[in-house]
């Protein structure tokens, strides 16, 4: 037990990556991206991150990532695709990617919200990498409004894009100790990563 301690003590104290001066994902632990543009938002986040990215979806799913579409964001060819053919397999995927510590961005396209369960392995598996170097960051991807119990941070993304920009509402719906927030987020050229600025009603209430 003691040392189930101290190993969370060291997670708490991790390192994070910052997608933002104002958005900052702590490694070791698993998130989860929702809404319509959670893609954007993985792609954006592997933008901002070295090395390959491991993506699972399940092997049914009609839809999987263009190329065309990823460029914007980052360079397709860093990505490992890996298609589970039953449901079972794509957490066990995740977990044992994590635990492995071999990669630093592993990403989850789930049919639907898992559990506290294997969310909590998850992060353990994510404690367990980082004993093997930089800790990793798990991602999980869920459709709808999301709902992964016992997630670091959950986060929505819908595009709202204009002629003159592409443009997404991204929220903050969860994060420990850190209240909701929504901001407009811009890109305004490939591979700049987005510029975000936060509604009139964050800025009223802080």
């Given at each position: 037990?003691?040392?189930h301690?101290?190993?969370?003590?060291?997670?708490?104290?991790?390192?994070?990556?910052?997608?933002?001066?104002?958005?900052?994902?702590q490694?070791?632990?698993?998130?989860?991206?929702?809404?319509?543009?959670?893609?954007s938002?993985?792609?954006?986040?592997?933008?901002?991150t070295?090395g390959?990215?491991?993506?699972?979806?399940?092997?049914?799913?009609?839809g999987?990532?263009?190329?065309?579409?990823?460029?914007?964001?980052?360079?397709?060819?860093?990505?490992?695709?890996?298609?589970?053919?039953?449901?079972?397999?794509?957490?066990w995927?995740?977990?044992?990617?994590?635990?492995?510590g071999?990669?630093?961005?592993?990403?989850?396209?789930?049919?639907?919200?898992?559990?506290?369960?294997?969310?909590?392995r998850?992060h353990?598996?994510?404690?367990?990498g980082?004993?093997?170097g930089?800790?990793?960051?798990?991602?999980?991807?869920?459709?709808?409004?999301?709902?992964?119990q016992?997630?670091?941070?959950?986060?929505?993304m819908a595009?709202n894009?204009?002629?003159?920009?592409?443009r997404?509402t991204?929220?903050?719906?969860r994060a420990?100790?850190?209240?909701?927030?929504?901001?407009?987020?811009?890109?305004?050229?490939p591979?700049?990563?987005?510029?975000?600025?936060r509604?009139?009603?964050?800025?009223?209430?802080?």
């Amino acid at each position: 037990m003691s040392a189930h301690l101290l190993d969370r003590k060291a997670k708490r104290t991790a390192a994070g990556l910052a997608l933002h001066p104002q958005i900052t994902l702590q490694l070791g632990r698993v998130h989860e991206a929702c809404g319509p543009a959670r893609r954007s938002f993985a792609t954006w986040l592997a933008g901002q991150t070295q090395g390959p990215v491991l993506w699972i979806s399940p092997a049914w799913e009609p839809g999987q990532l263009n190329p065309d579409g990823m460029m914007p964001f980052v360079d397709p060819g860093r990505f490992i695709f890996v298609h589970p053919t039953r449901a079972e397999d794509i957490l066990w995927c995740l977990e044992e990617a994590l635990r492995s510590g071999a990669i630093p961005l592993i990403i989850g396209d789930l049919p639907g919200a898992p559990s506290l369960t294997p969310v909590r392995r998850m992060h353990l598996a994510a404690e367990q990498g980082g004993t093997l170097g930089r800790a990793p960051l798990g991602l999980l991807l869920t459709p709808g409004d999301g709902g992964a119990q016992g997630v670091e941070t959950r986060w929505h993304m819908a595009a709202n894009h204009t002629q003159e920009a592409r443009r997404w509402t991204l929220t903050r719906r969860r994060a420990r100790a850190l209240p909701p927030v929504t901001w407009q987020a811009t890109q305004t050229k490939p591979r700049a990563g987005l510029n975000l600025q936060r509604t009139a009603t964050d800025e009223v209430s802080t």
